[in-house]
């Protein structure tokens, strides 16, 4: 069901040891998927919401009139929303408030010299297009993921899209639709895949409005029955989400491209073979391309796994699924020799998730410098972070977690340099100044200081 991978005996702390390589993953191939959305996005661009409409034909199978879902749909699938499920979103939506609201940075103003400060501001984006994916799950969370670092950023401007659904008469499912809801959020589009993406990189005008009002849709400018263009999108997605951002950022800000997800978990010999096992099903679930990764210094741990596997693989809901999941090039069983060892292929890999179930988990977890999330000990599972852990979901893949954070408040914040110097403080630079533009041959910089203090009589 899984591969075993032995790097027993190698040397892996070595300069020419590369651990990015020692594990693969799904080939991902965003460049060809490049030429599927290109013309998409170009449609999107010039037809505004005919387009969006023919795409949600051809791609989701349904009919729509407007692309806007009506304030009337949210507050209905609210009202009609399971009172646990609404429960468990209220409990979510607090805790990840508790943490979020606790990234907000402060103004601080730096005293350079005298009569010379930089204060940086944190000033919020303006408008956010936030992604839902649908597909082969309902994912809720993600809204909640998404909208909350946004509110807690003051964003003043939040969209949402998400792919219309043909069992709900072309309406985003009912489930996201009532996270919506309960986030206050009421500004929902039915629009999936790079059209949505598009969507929010371009606005759109609505099709009964005037058509001398093109500049203004240029200037991100609709009415009612339009979208504005955002300043931003964030949210996971398909291959087809990551090729949209790909081509629109620039046009647009982005995240991060997603790819499969992916966990990895580090144990020794007092992890339950059980949980482990568990652990890595919960994210083979969510797609044949995601990756589950064990890595090892027991092997009678690997070995009690795989039967483990077996069993909760058959007697789970997406078998089929799982199965090519575990059977995929990037999901393995990893043995080496130590737990040193373990943290050196983890920190390489740089995992979306990471699972550290070690008798001195805690210690091993202060290791780690690569991951999207670290998850400490028996009762942290992956599970916990998706829905109810406070932390935020939206994470790197791909290896990108070595340089790349997690979605959270500064996602949808800028870093703003306040100068303010006085004539004396200005003064003091001058010289400086201008032996600087010298040596860069650009002359006119160190004019522009001393021209400030000329006679000008």
């Given at each position: 069901?899984?591969?075993?991978?032995?790097?027993?005996?190698?040397?892996?702390?070595?300069?020419?040891?590369?651990?990015?390589?020692?594990?693969?993953?799904?080939?991902?191939?965003?460049?060809?998927?490049?030429?599927?959305?290109?013309?998409?996005?170009?449609?999107?661009?010039?037809?505004?919401?005919?387009?969006?409409?023919?795409?949600?034909?051809?791609?989701d199978g349904v009919e729509l009139a407007r692309v806007r879902v009506p304030s009337s749909a949210l507050a209905e699938a609210l009202e009609r929303l399971d009172p646990q499920?609404?429960?468990?979103?209220?409990?979510?939506?607090?805790?990840?408030?508790?943490?979020?609201?606790?990234?907000?940075?402060?103004?601080?103003?730096?005293?350079?010299?005298?009569?010379?400060?930089?204060?940086?501001?944190?000033?919020?984006?303006?408008?956010?297009?936030?992604?839902?994916?649908?597909?082969?799950?309902?994912?809720?969370?993600?809204?909640?993921?998404?909208?909350?670092?946004?509110?807690?950023?003051?964003?003043?401007?939040?969209?949402?899209?998400?792919?219309?659904?043909?069992?709900?008469?072309?309406?985003?499912?009912?489930?996201?639709?009532?996270?919506?809801?309960?986030?206050?959020?009421?500004?929902?589009?039915?629009?999936?895949?790079?059209?949505?993406?598009?969507?929010?990189?371009?606005?759109?005008?609505?099709?009964?409005?005037?058509?001398?009002?093109?500049?203004?849709?240029?200037?991100?400018?609709?009415?009612?029955?339009?979208?504005?263009?955002?300043?931003?999108?964030?949210?996971?997605?398909?291959?087809?989400?990551?090729?949209?951002?790909?081509?629109?950022?620039?046009?647009?800000?982005?995240?991060?491209?997603?790819?499969?997800?992916?966990?990895?978990?580090?144990?020794?010999?007092?992890?339950?073979?059980?949980?482990?096992?568990?652990?890595?099903i919960s994210q083979a679930e969510h797609d044949p391309l995601a990756a589950a990764v064990l890595v090892t210094d027991s092997e009678p741990l690997a070995e009690a796994v795989?039967?483990?596997?077996?069993?909760?693989?058959?007697?789970?809901?997406?078998?089929?699924?799982?199965?090519?999941?575990?059977?995929?090039?990037?999901?393995?069983?990893?043995?080496?020799?130590?737990?040193?060892?373990?943290?050196?292929?983890?920190?390489?890999?740089?995992?979306?998730?990471?699972?550290?179930?070690?008798?001195?988990?805690?210690?091993?977890?202060?290791?780690?410098?690569?991951?999207?999330?670290?998850?400490?000990?028996?009762?942290?599972?992956?599970?916990?972070?998706?829905?109810?852990?406070?932390?935020?979901?939206?994470?790197?893949?791909?290896?990108?977690?070595?340089?790349?954070?997690?979605?959270?408040?500064?996602?949808?914040?800028?870093?703003?340099?306040?100068?303010?110097?006085?004539?004396?403080?200005?003064?003091?630079?001058?010289?400086?100044?201008?032996?600087?533009?010298?040596?860069?041959?650009?002359?006119?910089?160190?004019?522009?200081?001393?021209?400030?203090?000329?006679?000008?009589?």
């Amino acid at each position: 069901m899984i591969t075993r991978i032995d790097l027993r005996g190698r040397a892996l702390d070595t300069s020419q040891a590369d651990p990015r390589v020692l594990v693969p993953r799904a080939e991902l191939d965003v460049e060809a998927a490049l030429a599927v959305v290109r013309p998409i996005v170009e449609d999107v661009h010039h037809r505004g919401e005919a387009a969006l409409i023919d795409y949600a034909a051809k791609f989701d199978g349904v009919e729509l009139a407007r692309v806007r879902v009506p304030s009337s749909a949210l507050a209905e699938a609210l009202e009609r929303l399971d009172p646990q499920v609404r429960a468990a979103l209220q409990e979510s939506i607090r805790r990840a408030r508790k943490v979020h609201r606790d990234q907000r940075r402060e103004e601080r103003t730096t005293q350079v010299v005298a009569g010379g400060t930089v204060t940086e501001r944190w000033v919020p984006v303006d408008r956010v297009g936030l992604y839902v994916p649908g597909g082969r799950a309902v994912y809720p969370s993600s809204v909640v993921m998404n909208v909350v670092p946004a509110q807690e950023a003051g964003v003043g401007s939040l969209a949402v899209a998400s792919p219309p659904q043909k069992e709900f008469g072309g309406l985003p499912h009912p489930t996201i639709l009532a996270a919506c809801a309960l986030l206050g959020v009421d500004e929902v589009y039915a629009a999936g895949g790079a059209q949505a993406v598009a969507m929010f990189a371009y606005g759109y005008q609505g099709q009964d409005q005037d058509q001398d009002q093109d500049q203004d849709q240029d200037q991100g400018q609709a009415g009612e029955t339009g979208c504005r263009r955002a300043d931003l999108v964030t949210g996971p997605g398909n291959i087809y989400v990551a090729a949209a951002k790909r081509l629109l950022k620039g046009v647009i800000g982005i995240d991060a491209e997603a790819g499969p997800t992916e966990i990895m978990v580090v144990a020794d010999a007092t992890a339950d073979p059980g949980l482990v096992a568990a652990d890595l099903i919960s994210q083979a679930e969510h797609d044949p391309l995601a990756a589950a990764v064990l890595v090892t210094d027991s092997e009678p741990l690997a070995e009690a796994v795989v039967p483990e596997l077996e069993t909760r693989v058959a007697a789970t809901k997406h078998a089929e699924r799982i199965r090519e999941s575990l059977g995929g090039r990037q999901s393995a069983i990893v043995l080496v020799d130590d737990i040193a060892a373990a943290l050196i292929v983890a920190n390489g890999y740089a995992a979306e998730h990471l699972e550290i179930q070690t008798r001195d988990a805690a210690a091993d977890a202060a290791k780690v410098r690569n991951a999207g999330a670290v998850f400490v000990g028996s009762f942290a599972p992956v599970s916990l972070g998706d829905y109810l852990a406070g932390s935020n979901h939206v994470l790197p893949t791909g290896g990108c977690a070595c340089h790349s954070s997690g979605l959270s408040v500064q996602s949808f914040l800028r870093g703003v340099h306040v100068v303010d110097y006085t004539r004396e403080a200005l003064a003091e630079a001058s010289d400086l100044v201008v032996a600087l533009a010298n040596a860069e041959d650009l002359p006119a910089h160190g004019e522009a200081v001393t021209a400030r203090f000329e006679d000008r009589g």
